[in-house]
């Protein structure tokens, strides 16, 4: 009896799970609002870092018979000028360009600044308790009360107009935000079996700190601070169009908004672009943050 050869059995291939990097861009690549932000966000960044190289023009060059040049599509424009002059023959192109570099070096210090401020009091309250929290959280109360550019213009009012005080302006006004969401993740954490076992095999305070509780409240701080960017370039900006933050001839966006003022119905394009590069800059930060929390936000991945 001829013997029957049983067909192949089909044996199931199971990939190995993807790492946590590869994780977290499966589930960031799938908000594309947040690939256009970070798309946008380099961009930015690249203009910003091959300013002298990128700009046709140096930003404080003036060119007297080039007043208030339209751009280049409309007539009367120039190829020199794409994007056309300002009031005193000043290519708009070259500034927005040193422009981007100025204004994100502001937003990317001001974060740093109340990010290593807000980590170090949120993890004070979150450790000590009792009348030192109750102090800290206090004063962050206090701050968030105040509306955040009436805040930045009373301290920038004090301290003086200028690029460092608007910058630790605004620096105030967003600390309460990581105070509060570091102390909240501070108290979620402690309670956790590896800081009791870590604690009882001995770790101090300062190792408690920052080596087993920190590392896992850096999640919500990092979406925090890429939204923050946006609010910091935001309030930097409106303070320069008020004349208390960089003053001219710095090439900030703020500032030349401030400086367009009176021309908007002669020259739409001293305003329109600078007006839509502060959008493109916030709205591209505010999805870079909805994407990184989604994807590092376990309940949200998709």
Not at 24 to 34: C, L, V
Not at 76 to 82: D, E, F, I, N, V
Not at 103 to 126: C, D, F, N
Not at 241 to 248: D, I, N, V
């Amino acid at each position: 009896m001829a013997s029957i050869t049983p067909p192949a059995s089909r044996v199931a291939v199971q990939g190995t799970p993807p790492g946590p990097w590869r994780e977290f861009w499966i589930s960031f690549s799938a908000n594309r609002g947040a690939v256009g932000g970070l798309v946008t966000v380099a961009v930015l960044l690249l203009l910003a870092l091959f300013a002298p190289w990128i700009a046709p023009h140096a930003p404080d060059i003036t060119n007297p018979g080039a007043f208030l040049k339209p751009p280049v599509w409309q007539e009367g424009g120039s190829a020199k000028y794409l994007l056309g002059t300002d009031a005193i023959g000043r290519d708009i192109l070259s500034r927005l360009i040193w422009g981007a570099r100025l204004s994100l070096s502001i937003g990317i210090a001001v974060v740093l600044i109340s990010v290593a401020v807000g980590i170090a009091l949120g993890l004070i309250a979150g450790f000590a308790r009792g009348l030192t929290e109750i102090a800290i959280m206090r004063l962050m109360d206090i701050i968030l009360t105040l509306p955040s550019l009436l805040l930045a213009i009373v301290i920038v009012a004090i301290l003086g107009p200028g690029l460092m005080n608007a910058m630790l302006a605004v620096a105030v006004v967003v600390l309460p935000h990581y105070v509060r969401i570091t102390r909240a993740a501070v108290i979620a954490e402690v309670s956790r079996d590896y800081v009791t076992a870590a604690r009882v095999s001995g770790a101090g305070t300062l190792r408690l700190m920052f080596s087993e509780v920190l590392p896992n409240c850096a999640a919500p701080l990092i979406v925090q601070a890429s939204l923050g960017v946006s609010t910091a370039i935001l309030d930097a900006a409106a303070l320069g169009f008020l004349g208390l933050g960089a003053q001219p001839p710095s090439p900030e966006w703020g500032t030349m908004l401030a400086d367009a003022r009176e021309f908007v119905l002669r020259a739409w394009w001293v305003v329109t672009f600078p007006g839509l590069m502060i959008l493109a800059a916030v709205l591209a930060f505010n999805l870079l943050g909805d994407g990184l929390r989604d994807a590092l936000d376990p309940k949200l991945k998709r």
